[in-house]
Each structure stands twice: as structure tokens, then as C-alpha cells.
């Protein structure tokens, strides 16, 4: 193993370290809640990011949300089903969802793609809204079940308190982003970058552009469904103004804003829209105007994220360096 490589993994397991150690060292329940929102909105930013690699930006991921924690809660609720169980199967669900619409949407480009996403996720609310008898609607559904583990005759293990969702939290979305990772990193993200950069010089290629399109855009959603699912869990509350486009912006904010170019650019940017929100939290009704300020400032001036400001630097000092070197000789 070179000393590079090696040098990765001890970084890496110092962070998982760090990680597992937050929970001691941070006091008070407001910021180990920011914590956990940062974790579960990771989840369904790097989804979205996935989505992105193929060249579309899905305006229904907040729908998809929804449709996890709507699932969920209603497979945990009315079916009796353990949150084990209802966690993948309201990814599946999503996961489903996505594959049938794929293979509709996916053909258009374009800002026709973006109508008929954000319309998917109107007409999506609204007919949550219009069965409110079901969904509850505005006024949501409450005491939606905590996850819990039980060994029978033994304990049965609750998760209550922030701390005991920290982990699950954590576990799930350091999977989640394993994996992403993994796709994103081999066959399948080398493809999806082919796709969006020239889909029909991949397609002249003999590369399936629809089906890679779709394999994309489902995989994506079972995440964004899984994440949904854990925020139904976690908040134990849900209503259809959670999904609107307010959170739609603020996913793509993070992967804008964060860099979407760069695998680890939508957790930068998750981070960023967390604390910002904190800190403006007194000023709610401004938090839209910050964010779109914060937004055209990024894209105007730094186009490839908050992610890339370490290579500009590096770039900057680069030319700044032998321009040193050249005066200093020029003063000997």
C-alpha cells in the first residue's frame, strides 16, 4: 500500500472517530438535532447529486420525500410493519415510483424536464392534500412510531432520545454514501458522466443512453425515499407543506452551492444551508432571499462549487510561487 493510500485511511478512520465522539462533546439538544437533519438531508442531496451526473436536475426530489415518509409511515401505522422493514420498503416504493416515471420523463431534455418534474411534484402534494382523510394534509399525521429493537425475553431497546438517533442516523447515511460512492466511482458513473457530457455521441457508441438514464434516476429516489423515511421516524410528524418546493431549493442549493462536480460537494453544501438556517432562524420569512442571494453570488463567482475553492488556492499559489522566487532572486 503507498504511503498516499495509507494516508487516506488513517484520515478516514480519524473522521469516523470524530464522528462517533460528536455526541459526547456537543451539549444541548438544538445542536446534536442540527446534526441529525445534516445527516438525513446528505442522504437525499448526494441522491440528488447522482441524478445530476446523467445531465438532469429532478425538481420532484422533495416528492420523493414524500413518498418515503408517507410510505413509511403509513406501512408502520396501519400495516403494523416494524421501521426495519418499512425503511427499505419505502425506498423500494420510491424506488418503483421512479422506475415507471424514468422511462416517461427521462426522454425529454431541457426545460420541458424541468416543467413536467415540477409539475409531477405539484399534482404529487396536491393529491396528498386532496385525501387529507388519509394523509392528514396540512395538518399531518402525529406520534408516528420511534424504530426500536427488541430481543424477545431479553429488552426491547427504543430509539427516543437525539443521541440514539444520532448513530442509526449516522450508520445509514455513512452506508448510503459508501455505496453512492462505489457507483459513482466505477462502471456506472463513468457512463452517467458520458451521458450528460455527449449523450449522443455515448449513444452513436452503442450505449443504452434511456436505460442508464433511468438506472440513475431510481437509484437516486430509493435514497431520497430512504432519507424520507428517516425523517418521518425521526421528526415522528409529517405534512404535505414539509415537501414543497422550499426543500426542493434547498437540495439543490446544497448541490450547487457545495459543487456538483465533486462527490463530496453536496455534504459542503448540506452543511453550509444547516448552519445558515440556524443562524437565521430568528428570521425566517428572510431565509428564502439569503439563500437565493448566497446562490447567484456561487454561481457567478465560484461556478464549480465551494468544493473547488482548495485547487483554485492551490492553482493561485501555484503562479503566485515561481513569481516569489523570480523577485527574490532579482533582490540577491
Not at 28 to 56: C, K
Not at 136 to 152: A, F, L, R, V
Not at 161 to 178: G, N, R
Not at 224 to 245: E, K, W
Amino acid at each position: 500500500m503507498s504511503k498516499s493510500k495509507l494516508s487516506q485511511w488513517v484520515w478516514l478512520f480519524v473522521l469516523f472517530v470524530v464522528l462517533l465522539l460528536i455526541p459526547i462533546g456537543v451539549s444541548g439538544f438544538g445542536i446534536l438535532n442540527i446534526i441529525n437533519m445534516i445527516y438525513l438531508m446528505i442522504i437525499a442531496a448526494m441522491a440528488l447529486n447522482l441524478i445530476m451526473r446523467t445531465g438532469h436536475v429532478n425538481f420532484a426530489h422533495a416528492a420523493f420525500l414524500a413518498i418515503g415518509a408517507y410510505s413509511s409511515t403509513f406501512l408502520s401505522m396501519k400495516v403494523g410493519l416494524p421501521f426495519w422493514l418499512c425503511l427499505p420498503l419505502a425506498g423500494l416504493t420510491g424506488a418503483l415510483i421512479a422506475w415507471g416515471l424514468g422511462w416517461i420523463i427521462l426522454r425529454i431534455k431541457g426545460p420541458y424536464f424541468f416543467l413536467v418534474t415540477v409539475a409531477f411534484s405539484e399534482v404529487f402534494i396536491r393529491l396528498l392534500d386532496w385525501f387529507s382523510s388519509v394523509t392528514g394534509g396540512h395538518q399531518g399525521i402525529e406520534q408516528i412510531p420511534k424504530p426500536s429493537i427488541t430481543i424477545p425475553n431479553l429488552f426491547t431497546f427504543r430509539f427516543k432520545s437525539e443521541v440514539s438517533f444520532y448513530y442509526l442516523l449516522l450508520v445509514v447515511m455513512l452506508a448510503s454514501v459508501i455505496i453512492m460512492y462505489r457507483l459513482q466511482h466505477g462502471h456506472w458513473g463513468l457512463t452517467w458522466r458520458a451521458v450528460r457530457e455527449a449523450d449522443m455521441v455515448a449513444e452513436s457508441a452503442g450505449v443504452n443512453v434511456l436505460r442508464y438514464k433511468v438506472i440513475a434516476f431510481t437509484t437516486g429516489c430509493f435514497f431520497t425515499a430512504l432519507s424520507g423515511s428517516l425523517y418521518a421516524h425521526y421528526v415522528s410528524f409529517i405534512n404535505t407543506d414539509t415537501f414543497g418546493l422550499l426543500m426542493m431549493f434547498g437540495l439543490l442549493f446544497a448541490v450547487v452551492v457545495g459543487g456538483r462536480d465533486y462527490f463530496y460537494g453536496p455534504i459542503i453544501g448540506i452543511v453550509l444551508l444547516r448552519s445558515l438556517s440556524a443562524a437565521v432562524a430568528h428570521m425566517a420569512e428572510y431565509q428564502p432571499m439569503v439563500y437565493g442571494t448566497i446562490l447567484i453570488l456561487v454561481i457567478l463567482f465560484f461556478p464549480a462549487g465551494v468544493a473547488s475553492l482548495p485547487s483554485k488556492f492551490e492553482a493561485m499559489w501555484r503562479r503566485v510561487l515561481p513569481i516569489r522566487r523570480v523577485s527574490e532572486t532579482a533582490r540577491g
